[in-house]
């Protein structure tokens, strides 16, 4: 007989595994085998949907543990959910279903799951599973993107791939053993990025032709901020220079509001210092303008209808990463660029490898103009010294937890 493995005092956590109404949900079996496998304890809970999926039976039988289903249950004296989330190190929702995710952004607490989420004491992962139009809906992207920027969720996936019904598409569930390693990490309480500073920038800039006009560009700057939540959940201090957009500060993250070129490039200069101390990694996901116009009237330019309409000479904007990337005497700052090309993925990629070369960078961010600006998700290749990776499609969470492993692999 080979017993159940013994939790490595140093090492062992609690995991909460919380499994909600999705046909994935008897992979969180398996999650919670690989997790127990590794010496954890889980406590397992499901919403009454999810005892649809899979039996309560099988759950308690892996973790050895009973499977709570109910705030109300008379046999427990006391508050269930609350009981659950002091114990747990890491609550783990596996699979999300599009409503949990809806109930968890709003902060409902009216099933044992979200009452136990919102009461957790540690980090949270969620690791969604749908169909892809359920993803893809503006309600779940919003609903994802709150509870991203509140900080307290990592998200798990999903990722391109079948899902049940048998279409093909963003919101197939992350493999059980990549959701059981991002438990694992953040069990470890200590975030991978830790001790580093990073600054990121985000959005696009506005450059003025006169008090009311500007030139600007469609950057919705979702990327940026989903590198700062990500960077900050990871244990990183971060500073969010960003352009104008209507998004919401990622808690724990220092923001710094610009709206030009020169001012993103002051704001830089600020956070680096002179000898570019001030960060570890600079990540460059702002669209900032290329060219502005010469010069900004003071004043609101008049329609004259007797004259032709105002040419607007253009003078061209400092090239931001460029300039940091020349002043660098060694390695350090780590620098990420963002490459976003109108072309087909042989295109994308050549403009990229060309500003890796050009740009004396480390990293390239390939992506496509149509599949990135203003949209969730987003399909992104990443370039660097060694190569490309094949292109990848998923949220701009998930992408940014990518661009930040490359970021922590590199060597020191
Ligand atoms: C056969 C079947 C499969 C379903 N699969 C999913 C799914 O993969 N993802 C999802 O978000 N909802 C799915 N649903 C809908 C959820 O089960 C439903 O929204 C439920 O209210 C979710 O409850 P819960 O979040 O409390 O578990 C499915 C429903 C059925 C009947």
Request: aromatic residues 2%; neutral net charge; glycine residues 8%.
């Amino acid at each position: 007989m080979t017993e159940r493995p013994r939790p490595n005092e140093s090492r062992a956590r609690v995991v909460a595994l919380a499994v909600t109404g999705s046909v994935a949900a008897y992979k969180a079996v398996e999650v919670a085998r690989l997790l127990i496998k590794s010496g954890h304890r889980v406590l397992p809970l499901m919403t009454a949907s999810a005892t649809r999926f899979v039996g309560p039976v099988t759950l308690s039988g892996i973790c050895g543990e009973p499977v709570a289903t109910d705030m109300w249950d008379p046999a427990y004296p006391g508050e269930l959910h609350v009981a659950i989330a002091d114990r747990a190190d890491v609550l783990a929702i596996v699979p999300a279903t599009a409503d949990a995710l809806a109930r968890l952004a709003q902060g409902r607490a009216d099933d044992l799951v979200t009452a136990t989420a919102l009461c957790a004491r540690g980090p949270v992962l969620v690791a969604p599973a749908m169909h892809p139009r359920m993803w893809s809906h503006p309600a779940t992207q919003a609903n994802v993107a709150a509870l991203v920027s509140q900080g307290r969720v990592r998200l798990a996936g999903p990722v391109v791939g079948p899902v049940a019904s048998g279409d093909v598409g963003m919101g197939r569930m992350a493999e059980p053993v990549e959701i059981a390693r991002a438990v694992e990490e953040l069990a470890s309480g200590v975030g991978d990025l830790s001790g580093k500073r990073v600054v990121v920038t985000a959005g696009p800039t506005y450059e003025p032709i006169d008090p009311v006009r500007f030139l600007g560009n469609r950057s919705s700057g979702k990327m940026g901020f989903a590198l700062a939540a990500r960077a900050r959940a990871r244990g990183a201090d971060v500073l969010l220079i960003a352009g104008p957009v209507a998004l919401p500060t990622p808690a724990g993250v220092e923001r710094r509001d610009v709206e030009t070129a020169e001012q993103m490039r002051a704001a830089l200069a600020d956070a680096l210092g002179p000898d570019l101390r001030g960060a570890d990694a600079v990540v460059m996901a702002a669209a900032v303008a290329d060219f502005r116009p010469a010069s900004a009237s003071a004043t609101k330019i008049k329609k004259d209808a007797a004259s032709a309409a105002p040419a607007i000479d253009l003078a061209r904007n400092p090239d931001l990463i460029a300039e940091i990337a020349a002043r660098r005497a060694g390695e350090a700052p780590a620098l990420v660029a963002f490459a976003l090309e109108t072309g087909d993925d042989a295109a994308v990629l050549a403009y990229a490898r060309k500003k890796l070369e050009q740009k004396r960078v480390d990293l390239v961010v390939a992506n496509a103009a149509h599949e990135s600006l203003g949209h969730g998700d987003n399909r992104v290749a990443l370039v660097d010294a060694a190569g490309a990776s094949p292109f990848v499609a998923a949220s701009k969470e998930a992408l940014a937890d990518r661009i930040l492993d490359r970021l922590v692999a590199r060597p020191a």
